[in-house]
């Protein structure tokens, strides 16, 4: 069973035209991460929520945003997509006060700008 | 801070043959090691994890890691490869400086495995 969903799997945007990435999970982990992968790069991550605290790394472009409005849901908007934003987005939970020491991640969203 | 290094982007290997994939990091802090593997269009799956204690780990899908402090390394090996191995696999440290666990990835190296 899925335990750190992300919808939708594939998403087409308009340059400049808002968009919203979502990721659920069924874990009830503390801690939330959004990743931003571009083709054939690492992953980078772009922001973290632990519990309702909300940490955004020093090179998270303005355009990106994120919403947390429960423990279960976490939200990524970009706010006026431009092409450099095509990426896979990638969302990650983690359990600080267990013991499994992992990030669980999701499939992914593919966002692609035209 | 953290940093990872994946030295080699791509490494060709025949089935069946021996293979190493190598990770140095560095960090000014404690850190956590992973190996994680990405199919493609996929998310990211855990190889294995070092966190203390013996210094060989073993993962999934026959794969195992040794974290050798004095170099800095985490070099992941597998004895004998398959086409199913044919993947994106990348090395990641988080710190134990936090209770975040926010990974640091390396760029990643693409195992072709070729019959």
């Known amino acids: 069973d899925a335990m750190v969903i992300q919808n939708p799997r594939y998403q087409v945007t308009q340059f400049g035209k808002p968009v919203t990435l979502s990721c659920s999970q069924t874990l009830n982990h503390n801690v939330m991460y959004w990743y931003q992968q571009k083709s054939s790069q690492a992953p980078k991550l772009l922001f973290h929520?632990?519990?309702?605290?909300?940490?955004n790394e020093a090179d998270t472009p303005d355009n990106f945003q994120s919403r947390r409005p429960n423990t279960s849901f976490c939200f990524l908007d970009i706010r006026s997509p431009g092409l450099g934003d095509a990426a896979m987005y990638l969302c990650?939970?983690?359990?600080?006060?267990?013991?499994?020491?992992?990030?669980?991640f999701g499939s992914g969203t593919q966002l692609s700008v035209l | 801070a953290q940093s990872v290094t994946q030295l080699d982007s791509q490494v060709p290997v025949f089935e069946e043959a021996p293979v190493e994939l190598r990770c140095n990091y560095s960090?000014?802090?404690?850190?956590?090691l992973f190996w994680y593997v990405q199919y493609p269009n996929q998310g990211l799956q855990l190889l294995l994890k070092y966190l203390s204690g013996s210094t060989l780990v073993k993962g999934i899908n026959g794969f195992e890691a040794e974290f050798n402090k004095s170099q800095t390394s985490f070099h992941l090996r597998k004895p004998s490869v398959h086409i199913s191995d044919t993947a994106e696999y990348f090395c990641?440290?988080?710190?134990?400086?936090?209770?975040?666990?926010?990974?640091?990835f390396g760029s990643g190296t693409r195992l072709q495995v070729q019959p």
């Open positions: 990650a939970t983690y359990n600080d006060r267990g013991l499994h020491e992992k990030l669980f």
């Open positions: 960090s000014s802090v404690s850190v956590y």
């Open positions: 990641a440290v988080s710190a134990l400086d936090t209770g975040r666990r926010a990974l640091t």
């Open positions: 929520y632990y519990d309702k605290d909300f940490n």
